[in-house]
């Protein structure tokens, strides 16, 4: 089972702090991780050792995006799964556009925040982190659907034509 622990990656500039959780290969014994709000509004518990250290080197990272209006443990069982095969997974709660804070969620703009913030997890992850010194700088990957899928295109170079997109409404309802 993995290790689990809690990360916060720093403000930057004109971006806000975001809360994120990472999960990672690891030796101890594994128990059920109390996630608070997670736990108590849909039942979400992880299994992992807690703030563990880590067992390997050289890991592969891969970041996850979350859909619109989500969470930073929706692909949990997924993160679970890949930190037993070997890999490193970081999650971060979009700002403005998470389950707990939505507030910008019907915005345009935070099409173009959330790459960014996936780029300043990566960033952190590789500079900052407790686990910095074990990733693998040359195989990192993204993952996500929805919103979260956008995410991680628009960070591998996508660009897309909002402009042409008269119809787009980021509620959903088009025009």
């Known amino acids: 089972m993995p290790g689990f622990r809690s990360i916060n990656v720093p403000a930057a500039a004109d971006d806000p702090a975001v809360r994120g959780a990472v999960w990672y290969p690891c030796a101890e014994t594994p128990a059920a991780v109390d996630l608070g709000n997670f736990t108590k509004l849909f039942g979400i518990t992880v299994t992992g050792a807690k703030d563990a250290p880590i067992t390997g080197y ?3 990272l891969v970041v996850v995006s979350h859909g619109r209006r989500s969470h930073l443990v929706m692909h949990h069982d997924l993160a679970v799964t890949l930190a037993d095969g070997g890999f490193i997974v970081a999650a971060i709660n979009h700002a403005g556009d ?12 935070v099409m173009l925040q959330r790459p ?8 952190f992850m590789l500079t900052a982190s407790p686990l910095a ?12 659907f929805s919103r979260g899928g956008h995410t991680g295109l628009a960070l591998l170079g996508a660009n897309p034509d909002w402009a042409g997109r008269a119809d787009y409404h980021p509620s959903g309802k088009n025009r």
């Open 98 to 109: 998470n389950y707990f804070d939505q507030s910008r969620s019907a915005e345009l703009s």
């Open 133 to 144: 010194a074990t990733i693998d700088r040359e195989r990192i990957g993204v993952f996500g």
């Open 58 to 60: 050289m890991l592969p």
């Open 116 to 123: 960014t913030e996936i780029k300043r997890l990566i960033d």
